[in-house]
T-cell receptor
Framework: GQQVMQIPQYQHVQEGEDFTTYCNSSTTLSNIQWYKQRPGGHPVFLIQLVKSGEVKKQKRLTFQFGEAKKNSSLHITATQTTDVGTYFCAGRQTGANNLFFGTGTRLTVIP | NAGVTQTPKFRILKIGQSMTLQCTQDMNHNYMYWYRQDPGMGLKLIYYSVGAGITDKGEVPNGYNVSRSTTEDFPLRLELAAPSQTSVYFC????????????????FGEGSRLTVL
């Protein structure tokens, strides 16, 4: 079955440092979505990538979809304490009606 | 709009008991999903539905049942609860299939924390 892995599992950074999480799928994806879950909260949608090699930016966040559509990354520039939480990627295989979530990267930002 | 509403928020069950987690959405979404999240882990898909009367298994369906008699409601039934079902359960919905145009964003409920002792 489809597997979506994320690395690293945990990341501690000083406030102001950059952060990157990587997502790798065992199968080619038709699209990938990213979600953020604050501690004790529920996942909240951030963005969706569809095209091979696509790059999208949201303020300090940069999302990239790999050329082979099997991997993706989220980069945060100059982290802030409000960035704390777990970041999940979620991929869909072509023709499927559901999403498979990655294992998540838990980000801690030290003030 | 209330979005996706789950009840109860917390529940403790004894081994062998049964219960139903309720999920309702008021966004007229076609797709609904049940995920479970174990401590420090990602989300595993239990069941999903693409419309009223249609349900399908996800990655971890054993020990659970669902029904979708209306567009709004997607209850999750646990039969013969086991300690392995201790988890946080999230219901989610989307208007279209994930990734389909601009309608594939998943909206999540606040979660139901279940402990089986």
């Amino acid at each position: 079955g489809q597997q979506v892995m994320q690395i690293p599992q945990y990341q501690h950074v000083q406030e102001g440092e950059d952060f990157t999480t990587y997502c790798n799928s065992s199968t080619t994806l038709s699209n990938i979505q990213w979600y953020k879950q604050r501690p004790g909260g529920h996942p909240v949608f951030l963005i969706q990538l569809v095209k091979s090699g696509e790059v999208k930016k949201q303020k300090r966040l940069t999302f990239q979809f790999g050329e082979a559509k099997k991997n993706s990354s989220l980069h945060i520039t100059a982290t802030q304490t409000t960035d704390v939480g777990t970041y999940f990627c979620a991929g869909r295989q072509t023709g499927a009606n559901n999403l498979f979530f990655g294992t998540g990267t838990r980000l801690t930002v030290i003030p | 709009n209330a979005g996706v509403t789950q009840t109860p928020k917390f529940r403790i069950l004894k081994i062998g008991q049964s219960m139903t987690l309720q999920c309702t959405q008021d966004m007229n979404h076609n797709y609904m999903y049940w995920y479970r999240q174990d401590p420090g882990m990602g989300l595993k898909l239990i069941y999903y539905s693409v419309g009223a009367g249609i349900t399908d298994k996800g990655e971890v369906p054993n020990g659970y049942n669902v029904s979708r008699s209306t567009t709004e409601d997607f209850p999750l039934r646990l039969e013969l609860a086991a300690p392995s079902q201790t988890s946080v359960y999230f219901c989610a919905s989307s208007y279209g299939a994930p990734g389909q145009g601009n309608t594939g964003e998943l909206f999540f409920g606040e979660g139901s924390r279940l402990t089986v002792l």
